[in-house]
DNA sequence: TTGTACGCGTTATCAT
DNA sequence: ATGATAACGCGTACAA
């Protein structure tokens, strides 16, 4: 069949065709810039030779890859899974690929991963979070590779995200309400995490309103375990009645710890998530959460994206959190 | 500071720097090959300029782009997700990157993404199962494109994976030890995915090898919602004492519907899982499961493409799986 | 509508 | 150790 490993090229299907390679390029990337005969014999050459572009030289002669670039903490967590596949599933089929990164919640490696992914040709990018060093938002915008910040909002960027301060501020409004005072918070590691720091402040910002205080804070890194061992230890002290947690998996945890405990949900203790993602609903009871549109948010951020990439403006979305009251709260006092 | 928009390039670097730009491409690609001297001169000119390489010139010259394509079904699969996750970290930094496309179970749709991130310069690709078109696999014989599979295992290809059906072989061991003999199962859709039919046949074989055959079988999309209907489906048969279900999602979802119904598992009934994610200990009771070793697997694959897209010979790999018995499993018999 | 010819930024071969 | 220089395959003015 091939007697070499050789690969056809836009001049061997423009010999094949009996046409220029200026034709047979025009026929690729502008098919009714030519004429309809010609175009049919460069299609059947294109058949004939099984031809296929060289992205490289498309790359280099057209300035654009086609390739937009993602950087997330980890796909381990749901939420970004989640997101990241909305995304790509809202990406032109054949128009735009997906190049995407973890960087472990680690600024310095989220910074050589952005690196990495424009180095690789990234069209455009798409980051979590507002919070990363100055110099690296100058260096994006001297190298004109424009970006879209998701899971978090702010008043500068571009961004399709939502208030982790306001989502926090609306569950500690509704457990306020129930009739707690004493309430302790799991937080997932704020360092280097602005969505998990705009949690906090959210909870500690609308219970100073009411002049209270957080009866306990653990900061924990993100999983079930973490979420469990920080319930034990917040819950040494018996009087707390309610146990906000920063994400739907700590609060996961933190209700397994519980059970452990002996405790029952929600008559003992009220615990609440966030994000709820699918585990909200297995748990039993199943989990009292604030709801974050993470799929529309995804979807939101690739037509964003490909607006600033193909030189439109396009306005930044800010998507709207909602409380899901399900099992795990209750007012306080036991039975 | 930057009057035009244009970057600097290898010519500007070696001018800068009084050498050559072969000089300075060298120093670039094999450090050690370059005067310290110059080598030093050649490094500031790179720093004060600025300068970075240009990916489309790169992967035109040097036939290489150091991009590695997956298509998976969809990362909403905590499973794919998770795989997907450790593949990446398993990748060097900086010297190759991940271009992700998803296809939803569809095997159309993922010849489509295969040969867009072929088209995308894609060095190898990581795929999902063996199930797919003979033609398919010419081709990428053909186009010299290195690729691994996964989850699952086979007699030809390259893979790092296991074996569905031994798996589900094994949990169908437990359920007859424990005297189950009116045993039904939830599985995921089978047409175009080899794993979900390796897993019923896993269990259809295990009973025939007995002179059993299975009471029922529901053949549902992923997702708790498809679990917890066919569970209530299969559940008019009142004689049934266990359901398999081809993974946790399904079975988190019969568990829920069977709590709903007022059934206690596993008192009333058996119901087991597949995969070992994070719902399977989240679950209440915990679920029992096959353990997939996906992280591992990930970087498996990954260690493995590389050696193939280097040009090395690469063993496949296939990992054990392995029965967890935790809660959702007891004789059958009710107290 | 189609063809000519040059430029894109690197890599790599071959001298020096 | 370093320098010329020829590919690499495609896009695109510009001309015809």
């Known amino acids: 069949m091939d007697e070499t490993t050789a690969h056809a090229t836009l001049e061997d299907v423009a010999a094949f065709a009996g046409v220029s390679t200026a034709t047979v390029s025009r026929c690729i990337n502008s098919p009714d810039r030519v004429a ?9 050459a294109i058949r004939a030779l099984n031809y296929s572009p060289n992205f490289g030289a498309k790359a280099l002669a057209s300035r654009r890859t086609g390739i937009i670039g993602a950087v997330i903490p980890t796909l381990e967590n749901a939420v970004f899974a989640h997101g990241i596949d909305a995304f790509e599933r809202a990406l032109p089929q054949g128009k735009y690929s997906l190049l995407v990164a973890s960087c472990g919640y680690d ?11 424009v180095a690789r ?3 455009g990018l798409l980051l979590v979070g507002f919070d ?7 260096w994006l915008a001297h190298r004109r590779v424009p970006f879209v910040l998701a899971w978090a909002s702010g ?9 982790n301060k306001a989502g926090m501020a609306a569950m500690i409004r509704l457990v306020l309400d129930l009739g707690h005072r004493k309430i302790a918070m799991i937080s997932g590691l704020t360092d280097g995490n602005d969505r ?8 500690r910002q609308s219970l100073a309103d009411r002049g209270l205080g957080l009866c306990g804070v653990a900061e924990v ?3 079930l375990d973490g979420g469990g061992q920080a319930f034990t230890e917040l819950m040494v002290d018996r009087s707390i009645t309610a146990i906000v947690c920063g994400n739907d998996v700590l609060a996961a945890g933190a209700l397994r710890a519980a059970h452990h405990m002996g405790l029952v949900v929600p008559r003992d203790i009220t615990i609440t998530g966030f994000d709820d993602i699918d585990i909200a609903s297995i748990t039993l009871p199943e989990l009292t959460t604030v709801r974050v549109p993470h799929a529309r948010m995804g979807q939101e951020a690739a037509l964003m994206l490909q607006r600033l990439i ?4 396009s306005e930044s979305v800010l998507l709207p959190t909602e409380i899901v009251e399900r099992g795990t709260h209750a007012p306080p006092g036991g039975r």
Chains 1, 2 share one sequence.
């Open 36 to 44: 309809p005969a010609t175009r049919e014999k460069i299609t059947n």
């Open 107 to 117: 600024l310095n490696r989220e910074k050589q991963q952005i690196e990495s992914l």
């Open 121 to 123: 040709g990234a069209d």
């Open 132 to 138: 990363r060093d100055p110099s690296l938002y100058a």
């Open 155 to 163: 008043d500068s960027h571009h961004f399709a995200g939502f208030d």
């Open 196 to 203: 998990a720091r705009a949690r906090l402040e959210g909870v």
């Open 221 to 223: 890194p993100y999983g």
């Open 310 to 313: 193909e030189g439109q403006e």
